[in-house]
C-alpha cells in the first residue's frame, strides 16, 4: 500500500515532510514483529499511528489491545498486563487473565509506557526479550505472542535519568522510534487538517461549509496548537457548529484559541465582558459546553462499542475478566470503532438544534430549549451525592459486604473501591 492509500484509508491529513517520514516508517514496521515507541506531545496522533501500524500488519485479523498505563492504579498494574492467580493479592476473588494473554496473536498498544511503575517495568522487560511472562502470584511461566506498540509523550530519555524508568527497557523498546512532531513544527499540516475536519463536521451536522478568510488562515497559521491535532479538530468542529456565514475571520475564531482573545491575553472564555455581546457569549458558552459532553459522551461510546467487541469476541466473556474493569481502565479491543450516533449523542444533538433555531427572532436568551436538569438544578441531589447515597445504602444492605454490594450496584469491585477512596478523600 503506497502513502496515499494509506492516509485515505486511515484518514491520516498532512503533507509535511515529517508525516511522509512517518508514514514511510508505519509502512516499513507493519510487516514485522518489531518493537515500536510512538514518541509526541498529547493530540499529535500517536495513537492514530499505532492503530495503522497494526491494521497493516498480518496481525490485523487479532486484537488490539490498548493499555492506558497512567489510567491504572499502580497497585493493579501487574495483575491487570499478566494476569493473576486466585488469592494472589487481597481482594483477588478469582482469578484474572491479563491484557498479555488477551493480545495473543494481536497487538497491544501500552500508551503512556512512562507511567508504567518499575515493578511493572521488570516483567515488561522480561516479555520484550523472551515473550515469557507469569502471572502475579505463579511461577509458572507462560508465553504471549503479542506485538509491543508503546507510546509516551514525556522524554523517556529523561525519566531514565530521573530514575523513573528502566535503562534496559528503554533501549528495548526504542528499537524503532516513530517520533510525531507537534503541529507547530509542521504548519503545512494545518490548514488542510482544518479543512478536513470543517468537511466532516459539516456533514455530521448537516451545516454548510466554512471557509476560513486569510485573516483566520493567518491565525491558525500562528497559533501554537499546544493541544495538537485533536484540539485543531474540537475548533474546527466549533466553528461549523457555532458560526453563522461561510466565510470565517480571525475575529470569530479568536475566542476558540487558548489565549488568544483580543482583549487582556490569556483569558480562556471571554463571558466576563460586559457589553454589547453578552447574551450571544452566553449563548455561545452553553453550546461550548454542550459540544464538550458530546465529544465526551463520543469518547465513552467509542468505548462501550469496542466493549462490546470485545465481549462478542469472545474475550471479556471469560469470568475473570468483568466488563466494568474493562471500561474503567482504559482496556480496549479496537477494531472498527463504530461512529454512529447514539441515544445520548442525538439527544444532545436535539438541543444544540433547538438553540439554534428555536429562539429564532427573540432577543431575550431563552432557556426553554435546555433540559429540564440544567435549568432547574434545585429539583435534583448533584450525581456525586447521589451516588454516594447509593453506595452507602447498598453496603449497608450487604453489611458491607463490598463483593456484594458492587454486584448489585452493577460495577465492579475495584470501581467501588476506587469511589469509596474518593468519597472518604471529601470527608
Ligand atoms: N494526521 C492526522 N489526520 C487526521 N486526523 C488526525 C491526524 N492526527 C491525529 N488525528 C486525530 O486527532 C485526534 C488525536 O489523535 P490521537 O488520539 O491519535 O493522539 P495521541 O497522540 O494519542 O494523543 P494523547 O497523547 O492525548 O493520547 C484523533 O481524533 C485522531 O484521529
Ligand atoms: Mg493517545
Known amino acids: 500500500m503506497d502513502r496515499a492509500a494509506l492516509q485515505e484509508r486511515f484518514g491520516i491529513v498532512g503533507s509535511s515532510q515529517a508525516l511522509m517520514q512517518v508514514l514511510d516508517r508505519v509502512r516499513q514496521v507493519a510487516r514485522t514483529d518489531i518493537t515500536v515507541l510512538v514518541e509526541g506531545e498529547s493530540g499529535v496522533g ?33 495483575s491487570e498486563l499478566f494476569g493473576a492467580e486466585k488469592g494472589a493479592y487481597t481482594g483477588a476473588t478469582e482469578r484474572r487473565t491479563g491484557y498479555f494473554e488477551g493480545a495473543d496473536k494481536g497487538t497491544i498498544f501500552l500508551d503512556e509506557i512512562g507511567e508504567m511503575p518499575l515493578a511493572a517495568q521488570v516483567r515488561l522487560l522480561r516479555v520484550l526479550e523472551s515473550g515469557q511472562f507469569s502471572r502475579v502470584g505463579s511461577n509458572q511461566t507462560r508465553t504471549t505472542d503479542a506485538r509491543i506498540i508503546a507510546a509516551t509523550n514525556k522524554d523517556l530519555g529523561r525519566e531514565v535519568q530521573a530514575g523513573r524508568f528502566r535503562e534496559d527497557l528503554y533501549y528495548r523498546l526504542s528499537t524503532v522510534r516513530i517520533s510525531l512532531p507537534p503541529l507547530r513544527e509542521r504548519k503545512e499540516d494545518i490548514l488542510p487538517l482544518f479543512e478536513s475536519f470543517v468537511f466532516q463536521s459539516a456533514q455530521k451536522y448537516n451545516s454548510s461549509r466554512r471557509t476560513l478568510d486569510a485573516s483566520a488562515r493567518d491565525l491558525v497559521r500562528r497559533y501554537a496548537w499546544p493541544g495538537n491535532v485533536r484540539e485543531l479538530r474540537n475548533v474546527a468542529e466549533q466553528t461549523v457548529v457555532l458560526l453563522r456565514g461561510e466565510s470565517v475571520s480571525a475575529a470569530d475564531l479568536q475566542p476558540f484559541l487558548r489565549g488568544v482573545t483580543a482583549g487582556t491575553g490569556t483569558e480562556l472564555m471571554p463571558i466576563a465582558r460586559t457589553g454589547e455581546a453578552d447574551e450571544t457569549r452566553e449563548r455561545e458558552l452553553i453550546y461550548r459546553a454542550l ?15 469496542k466493549l462490546v467487541e470485545l465481549i462478542r469476541g469472545g474475550f471479556a466473556a471469560r469470568p475473570s475478566i468483568e466488563p466494568n474493569t474493562l471500561a474503567g481502565s482504559n482496556f480496549v479491543v479496537v477494531r472498527k470503532p463504530e461512529e454512529d450516533e447514539e441515544d445520548y449523542a442525538s439527544y444532545i444533538e436535539d438541543v444544540i438544534y433547538e438553540i439554534e433555531n ?39 444492605q450487604f453489611e458491607g459486604n463490598r463483593r456484594q454490594a458492587a454486584k448489585a450496584l452493577g460495577i465492579s469491585e475495584r470501581t467501588l473501591y476506587r469511589k469509596l477512596k474518593e468519597i472518604d478523600e471529601e470527608l
Open 291 to 305: 459540544l464538550e459532553l458530546r465529544h465526551e459522551m463520543r469518547d465513552v461510546k467509542e468505548e462501550m462499542s
Open 358 to 396: 428555536g429562539d429564532e427572532g427573540e432577543d431575550e436568551a431563552d432557556d426553554s430549549a435546555l433540559p429540564d436538569f440544567m435549568t432547574n438544578t434545585q429539583a435534583l441531589p448533584t450525581l456525586e451525592d447521589a451516588e454516594h447515597e447509593l453506595i452507602t445504602r447498598a453496603l449497608k
Open 46 to 78: 500517536k495513537e492514530l499511528i499505532a492503530h495503522a501500524v497494526h491494521e497493516l500488519s498480518p496481525r490485523k485479523h487479532g486484537p488490539f489491545i490498548i493499555v492506558n498505563c497512567g489510567a491504572i492504579p499502580e497497585g493493579l498494574i501487574e
